[in-house]
């Protein structure tokens, strides 16, 4: 078993920054790939960025450039660093880490960050 805490979401402008945390424990020695997914009110979840535990990354095409994700692989833990936020940024995002033999997908319980106009 693995748990995430997500912690660093709120309330910032548009044009603002954020820092998301994400820190695993449990079962953590079996952690593969991490990554943020977002959702908004009425949308489906999607895929943010991800990170393997060598440090390649993917990022959402519309993302790219704005948004940057990290690991520390000693702390076990990932963070995404927004910035130039946009209105349309806002939304409950998701830490996901996938674990074990059979690359178990889990999720934190979300932290949600909003971007007013």
């Known amino acids: 078993q693995v748990q995430l805490v997500e912690s660093g979401g709120g309330l910032v402008q548009a044009g603002g920054s954020l820092r998301l945390s994400c820190a695993a424990s449990g079962s953590t020695l079996r952690i593969g790939r991490m990554g943020w997914y977002r959702q908004a009110p009425g949308k489906q979840r999607e895929l943010v960025a991800a990170?393997?535990?060598?440090?390649?990354?993917n990022y959402a095409d519309s993302l790219k450039g704005r948004f940057t994700i990290s690991r520390d692989n000693a702390k076990n833990t990932v963070y995404l660093q927004m910035n130039s936020l946009k209105p349309e940024d806002t939304a409950v995002y998701y830490c996901?880490?996938?674990?074990?033999?059979?690359?178990?997908?889990?999720w934190g319980q979300g932290t949600q960050v909003t971007v007013s106009s």
């Open positions: 990170i393997t535990s060598g440090g390649s990354t």
């Open positions: 996901n880490a996938q674990a074990g033999l059979y690359m178990y997908n889990y």
